[in-house]
């Protein structure tokens, strides 16, 4: 089999909003709704949840989601690697964020494609655009430089590139889904943390520092996790004006 494997890795203990996976919007917990988009992208094959949860575990049964019950593990890309582990058919394995309700299925597509259509690659991402300077500045909006072939040069939670006028650039912002070629997750996996990623709290780093290649993609779509009350609160607005909610 050369398909397409979807995961969506999922924790009760985030710091900042704890048991955010079931947090209700609408009539479904949070977690639902991603994997409602992803079953609407054409390139998967297989969808499943992923948790160490027994709490989401039981809320995923009650809604027939597929649901692989996992070991404790330290990240959400340490989960998605161990769960390819049980399917080793799938050839591409995508993380998608279990905390992005808003997540497009054609940005899941898109960066299937990516992976796809790039043989020199190893993982393909997504970025879009934003002049905003409030993004350019916040270190929690995690910036993107690329080279001409579409390849990550660096990521950071830093203003990159560097602007000496003054002037805030428009930058690439990234988004945080990621498709992998299988055999690169399980040794990306079984590799420590390195410095960088230690530095800055981001995992693509490891897969550069390993010398990796990430094709990277541009979408038009500004999903964004949800890791605050604030965050939680924009969203059941944004959900309310929804056709679909409740």
């Known amino acids: 089999m050369n398909g397409v494997l979807g995961v969506i890795p999922l924790r009760m203990a985030s710091t900042r909003l704890p048991g955010k996976p079931l947090l209700v919007l609408g009539n479904l917990p949070l977690f639902a709704w991603v994997y409602q988009a992803g079953t609407k992208a054409a390139k998967l094959d297989k969808l499943i949840v992923a948790t160490e949860s027994a709490s989401i575990q039981e809320k995923a049964e009650q809604l027939n989601i597929p649901c692989l019950l996992t070991p404790p593990m330290n990240t959400g890309s340490d989960r998605v690697g161990w769960t390819s582990r049980k399917f080793p ?29 790039d043989i020199q690659a190893d993982v393909a991402t997504l970025y879009n655009r934003s002049a905003e300077p ?67 709290q981001l995992e693509q780093l490891r897969i550069l520092e390993m010398g990796g290649i990430i094709a990277v993609r541009e979408t038009s779509n500004d999903s964004w996790g949800i890791d605050t009350q604030q965050d939680y609160d924009k969203a059941k607005s944004i959900f309310k004006k929804r056709e679909n909610y409740g």
């Open 89 to 117: 058919g799938y050839q591409i394995v995508v993380n998608i964020q279990g905390d992005e309700p808003l997540i497009k299925a054609g940005d899941i597509d898109l960066v299937v494609t990516a992976l796809q259509e």
């Open 134 to 200: 409030t993004d350019y500045q916040d270190p929690s909006k995690v910036k993107l430089v690329a080279d001409h072939y579409n390849h990550a040069l660096y990521f950071s939670r830093s203003p990159i590139p560097c602007c000496l006028n003054q002037t805030s650039p428009v930058i690439k912002k990234h988004c945080g889904i990621y498709a992998y070629r299988r055999e690169f997750l399980i040794r990306f996996n079984q590799q420590p943390q390195t410095e960088l990623e230690k530095t800055e």
